[in-house]
């Protein structure tokens, strides 16, 4: 399970018109079109609109499928894509989108492809926000006090109030207002969630028996055709098995290479491995309403049980680094002043005693007869070799200070029911991935604590509520860094989570793709423009 939040670097406070490129002209580089790419990802998507995703795999198809309103580039400079240009007013509050006019929606079959306007961009909004929408965006979005339509290609947002990097935002993906069948509200039964249609460089063709995901060239993107004519998704329930297939030419890249794996897919000269830098992290975290975990001395203790270095050494090459706190390493935000709880089970021993446990007969730490025993639930994607090993590592760790877990392995809808809607578990084992990664109040505030949102370990505290309101409001990017090193410090302290590591990142491919670039969140966003030699086009 993973959620989104790296570091745009973007100008705040404009306030003036801005012009971009108009519509772009097909493709003129001298690149040939033709070729077909498979990638192997590890699991499958459980959705493939943007709305309701809510992980990686998902989010790098709907890339390819669906577009913003602005685009960041390589050089993460914000860039027009549905908007060819747009005008902030002086005092940051209103913000105006002149939308191009060449562009349309992906035809259905036996369809005319139907054009892109501003209804497009209300409609998206507005069913985005409704109540009854399951997603995780509303919270990014509640700066936004009103969207109207101006004209058929202009649209005009105003502001609660100004707020940084802004315009970043609103890179959130437009889906056609023709397309979802309730009209008011998205839900995953929603056929379009899994036949959904873009405006992307790439459609959605089919998806096969063995769930392989097929995309095809939109031949009439208006940023010009995308180069490689088919993308094709391939899952994989197991982690060395995908990396056999690329060793055995049967996928031509991994977008997220085991970490174990990676000497010998460096060894071998048909393929590039290229590191990129998402900003993320893993973390095993606790249920508050386990009256046991509530208390903030059980969940330390748990912290310092864990050798995460050792396990970060072992199972994972040391391709990573060990954190402290709610922010990404490399992330501004980030307090390089807190440093990770070490490995001391004696303190972790002495602070569960603090609490009031004995150990028992049978070795087991109890409270007023309550045995503290466990259950830790995991999804199916995360049952590779190395994560088997950190779950069953963090078990003996926690047994060898007197607690006993119990692991269970769920198919990751199934986790996605019992942890985000029912709360049935005591500890998860999951990571984030930020695209902003200043702001972690999707996860650690009060008010998202609720059926379907990130705060599902039901953390509330009255101080980092205020601060995580308080960064979000303040103008002053220095001020913000201040206050994110507080929030630092305190969830650091009160270990909502064992925060453990944010791991080195390399996908893998073969040497026939070129000019690939890959964008350290979304991965496929430059995909247009990757290419295959007509030589080794099959």
Request: glycine share 6%.
């Amino acid at each position: 399970m993973k959620r989104r939040l790296l570091v745009l670097l973007v100008i705040a406070g404009m306030s003036c018109l801005l012009p971009f490129a108009a519509d772009a002209a097909p493709k003129t580089d001298g690149r040939p079109n033709g070729g077909a790419m498979s990638y192997g990802e590890y699991g499958r998507p459980s959705t493939l609109d943007p709305i309701t995703s809510n992980e990686m795999i998902s989010l790098r198809l709907t890339e390819l499928i669906f577009n913003g309103l602005v685009g960041i580039n390589e050089k993460q400079e914000i860039v027009s894509e549905l908007a060819e240009k747009w005008d902030v007013s002086s005092d940051g509050r209103t913000y105006t989108f002149f939308l191009r006019k060449n562009v349309t929606w992906h035809p259905r079959e036996g369809e005319e492809a139907r054009p892109f306007s501003a209804d497009d961009v209300i409609f998206t909004y507005k069913m985005m926000m409704h109540p009854k929408t399951i997603t995780s965006l509303k919270v990014r979005y509640e700066f936004i006090d009103t969207a109207e339509k101006v004209d058929d290609f202009t649209v005009k947002f105003s502001l609660k109030r100004p707020i940084l990097n802004a315009l970043a935002k609103f890179s959130f993906k437009i889906i056609p207002r023709h397309g979802p069948s309730n009209p008011l509200f998205l839900t995953r039964e929603d056929t379009f969630v899994q036949n959904p249609i873009g405006t992307g460089p790439y459609i959605l063709k089919n998806i096969t028996a063995d769930r392989e995901i097929i995309l095809v060239a939109n031949e009439n993107y208006f940023k010009g055709r995308p180069h490689i004519d088919k993308i094709i998704s391939k899952p994989f329930a197991d982690q060395n098995i995908m990396t056999q297939a690329l060793m055995f030419n049967a996928i031509d890249m991994i977008v997220l290479v085991n970490p174990r794996d990676i000497p010998e897919i460096q060894g071998d000269k048909r393929f590039v491995l290229q590191p990129y830098n998402a900003l993320s992290y893993s973390f095993f975290g606790y249920n508050m309403r386990n009256p046991l975990l509530a208390d903030k001395r059980v969940r330390k203790a748990f912290s310092y049980a864990v050798n995460r270095q050792e396990m970060l050494d072992s199972f994972f090459n040391g391709q990573g680094t060990i954190i402290s706190g709610p922010f990404a390493p490399g992330s501004w935000a980030y307090n390089l002043e807190v440093q990770p709880l070490p490995y001391d089970p004696q303190k972790a021993i002495a602070l569960l005693k603090e609490a009031g446990f004995e150990q028992g007969a049978d070795g087991i730490m109890q409270k007023e007869g309550k045995k503290l025993s466990l259950r830790l639930k995991v999804p199916i994607e995360k049952e590779s070799e190395a994560m088997k090993r950190v779950v069953l590592a963090f078990k003996n760790y926690l047994k060898n200070i007197g607690a006993d877990v119990s692991v269970e392995f769920k198919e990751f809808r199934a986790w996605n029911e019992d942890v985000l809607r029912e709360y049935d578990f005591d500890i998860v084992y999951a990571s984030w991935v930020f695209d902003d990664s200043a702001d972690i109040s999707q996860l650690f505030h009060s008010s998202e604590i609720g059926p379907w949102k990130y705060n599902f370990i039901g953390y509330s505290n009255p101080e980092v509520d205020s601060l995580i309101v308080e960064s979000k409001l303040t103008l002053d990017h220095e001020k913000r860094r201040t206050i994110n090193r507080k929030l630092h410090a305190i969830l650091a302290e009160e270990n909502p989570y064992t925060f453990l590591w944010s791991l080195t990142n390399y996908a893998a491919y073969h040497k026939k793709l070129r000019r690939v670039a890959i964008h350290p969140y979304k991965f496929f966003s430059f995909a247009d423009d990757w290419f295959i030699p007509e030589a080794e086009q099959k």
